[in-house]
């Protein structure tokens, strides 16, 4: 599903228009970026939760040159499903 698909459907499932849903989907993902920006974690209950995790410096092979490097310590979003989510793609 893409984001347009994403919206067409709120659209039809809040009984409103496209342009209104695209603002609500538009408003969730930038607080939801926001948060995890601040490193915050968040957490919808039934749903899952998304938080920042660490990647420690590591080794690397550079594909084009065959050589190691080191890749540098970085953050990564990361999303953890909840049960209730679990449960609907396993029923």
Wanted: glycine share 4%; proline share 3%; no cysteine.
């Amino acid at each position: 599903m893409t984001k347009s698909e994403l919206i067409s459907a709120v659209a039809e499932k809040t009984d409103s228009t496209k342009k209104y849903a695209e603002s609500v989907v538009s408003a969730v993902f930038t607080a939801i970026t926001e948060a995890l920006a601040e490193g915050d974690k968040v957490s919808i209950v039934g749903f899952g939760t998304f938080e920042v995790r660490d990647r420690k410096e590591k080794q690397v092979i550079n594909p084009q040159t065959k050589k190691m490097m080191t890749a540098p310590a970085s953050k990564a979003p990361a999303f953890k499903a909840g049960q209730a989510l679990k449960n609907a793609v396993n029923k």
